[in-house]
Nanobody, 114 residues
């Protein structure tokens, strides 16, 4: 089992920045990748950014150049730095860990006011 706890989120004006952090505990050895997903009201959950154990990353086209995902293997954390936020970034953001199964955090609200 893997437990994920998220930190950060909140309300920010358009153009501002926020940083999300996710701490993993438990069977860390089983994790192949960690990432962030988001779900806006009435929409499906979508991948925002993901980082693999190899260090490779991928991003949703909508956040490329604005968001950066990073991972601290010593601390078992993954962060998402979000810059130049837009109103369309408003959503609940979920931390995800991929192992033999998918693990999810409880979600944290990000609201960008225009």
């Amino acid at each position: 089992q893997v437990q994920l706890v998220e930190f950060g989120g909140g309300l920010v004006q358009a153009g501002g920045s926020l940083r999300l952090s996710c701490a993993a505990s438990g069977s860390i050895w089983s994790i192949n990748a960690m990432g962030w997903y988001r779900q806006a009201p009435g929409k499906q959950r979508e991948l925002v950014a993901r980082i693999f154990s190899s260090g490779s990353r991928n991003y949703a086209d909508s956040v490329k150049g604005r968001f950066t995902i990073s991972r601290d293997n010593a601390k078992n954390t993954v962060d998402l730095q979000m810059n130049s936020l837009k109103s369309e970034d408003t959503a609940v953001y979920y931390c995800n860990a991929q192992g033999m199964v998918d693990y999810w955090g409880q979600g944290t609200q990000v609201t960008v006011s225009s």
